[in-house]
Structures are given as C-alpha cells and as structure tokens.
C-alpha cells in the first residue's frame, strides 16, 4: 500500500480544465502525488488554446488525449476533484470530494484561458500544501 496521496481531477469533456490541473499538480509534486484525469464525456483532443497556454509554462500536453471516467479512477483516488461534472462522477464513502468551480476553456482563446490556468494553478498549490505539507512554500 503507498503513501503517495493520489488525485483525480474529473471535468466532462477531460480536454481543459481537469488536463491543466493534471499537469500543473504532476509538475509541482514532482513525484509525491500521484495524477489522474478523466471527462465523464471525453472530448476527442485537448483543447489547443489550453495546449498553448500550458506550454508558455513549459509544459508539453500535445501528447495528452481525453480520457474516460471510470470507477476504479474513482475508487484508487484520495482526492476526487470535479469541475462542472454534475452527477456524472460516482461517489464512493471515504473519498474525499472538492468541486472547484471554473469557468470552462471550451470555445475560447488563449487570452481567455491563461486565468482559467492561474486560477487552477493556485488551487493546485493550495491542494498540494495540504497533501505534501513539507512542500508547502
């Protein structure tokens, strides 16, 4: 059994907002959590706006896809966030769940998404203090 807390970040389509968070926590942890993504109705590609907004930050999601929300997704995580998922994600007792609400990146340019990505950026931070308090700055 690991100790590695594990996330899973859950939007509809898996192509914004749960993609940025997947990346931003992946590359702050740096390996002391464990990151998951899923849409509970996977788009077919990520979002270019968030490809190219991510990647003013150095990080690379052009070989990211959408991927489908499954319940052992649900049932491996510490840490269930949902971001506009409504129902669509199972609850299971003893999980521990957070709705962050977030404008959705769908339709929109880079000028619109950078904000989107700052604001999930610090809630990302946020979460990973609490998870990794040692990495807390």
């Given at each position: 059994?690991?100790?590695?807390?594990?996330?899973?970040?859950?939007?509809?389509?898996?192509?914004?907002?749960?993609?940025?968070?997947?990346?931003?926590?992946?590359?702050?942890a740096?390996?002391k959590?464990?990151?998951?993504?899923?849409?509970?109705?996977?788009?077919?590609?990520?979002?270019?706006?968030?490809?190219?907004?991510?990647?003013?930050?150095?990080?690379?999601?052009?070989q990211?896809?959408?991927?489908?929300?499954?319940?052992?997704?649900?049932?491996?995580?510490?840490?269930?966030?949902?971001?506009?998922?409504?129902?669509?994600?199972p609850?299971?007792?003893?999980?521990?769940?957070?709705?962050?609400?977030?404008?959705?990146?769908?339709?929109?340019?880079?000028?619109?998404?950078?904000?989107?990505?700052?604001?999930?950026?610090?809630?990302?931070?946020?979460?990973?203090?609490?998870?990794?308090?040692?990495?807390?700055?």
């Open positions: 059994m690991s100790s590695t807390p594990e996330v899973l970040f859950v939007c509809v389509h898996n192509a914004g907002r749960s993609q940025m968070a997947a990346a931003l926590l992946h590359h702050h740096r390996g959590v464990a990151v998951r993504s899923a849409g509970s109705a996977p788009a077919e590609t990520v979002n270019p706006a968030v490809v190219e907004v991510m990647n003013e930050l150095g990080l690379d999601l052009s990211e896809f959408p991927k489908k929300l499954t319940t052992d997704a649900v049932e491996a995580a510490d840490v269930v966030i949902t971001m506009g998922c409504g129902d669509a994600c609850v299971f007792p003893g999980k521990r769940y957070l709705d962050w609400e977030l404008a959705d990146p769908a339709g929109q340019g880079v000028d619109a998404v950078r904000p989107i990505r700052d604001d999930i950026d610090q809630r990302v931070r946020a979460l990973l203090a609490e998870l990794v308090p040692e990495d807390a700055q």
